[in-house]
């Protein structure tokens, strides 16, 4: 298995349907070296209901931490070189994750990149 390079931080409030065809699009990428950690904001376990969750990492908050909050948790736990946050309404294109990919690795002094 490789090692993991990059960890996907999605925070949610409502984990609703958004939050299963975001996950689903997560699935669908051709860069496979990540992992994916939602973090619940709703402070009631929703996002363990999502039948996209699968192999998702979860961490609930007892209430609404805000985006940024959330995303710090998920670097917080992630071990990985990279970490890109996706908003939980957003479904990414299948070569998303390599897009971005490619660009950190070709331009090593680059710290951050964002996406449409």
């Not at 990428?29 to 619940?40: A, G, K, L």
């Not at 736990?77 to 950190?104: E, F, G, Q, R």
């Amino acid at each position: 298995m490789p090692e993991i390079q990059v960890t996907i931080v999605v925070p949610t409030l409502a984990a609703d349907s958004a939050l299963d065809e975001c996950l689903r699009s997560l699935e669908r990428q051709t860069c496979r070296d990540f992992e994916v950690i939602v973090v619940d904001n709703s402070g009631k376990g929703l996002a363990r209901r999502s039948p996209a969750a699968g192999s998702a990492r979860i961490i609930e908050n007892q209430r609404n931490a805000g985006f940024g909050a959330a995303v710090n948790q998920g670097l917080g736990a992630s071990t990985a070189p990279y970490l890109a946050a996706l908003n939980d309404d957003a479904v990414a294109h299948p070569a998303w994750l390599a897009a971005l990919m490619a660009v950190m690795n070709a331009h090593p002094g680059v710290g951050m990149c964002a996406s449409q």
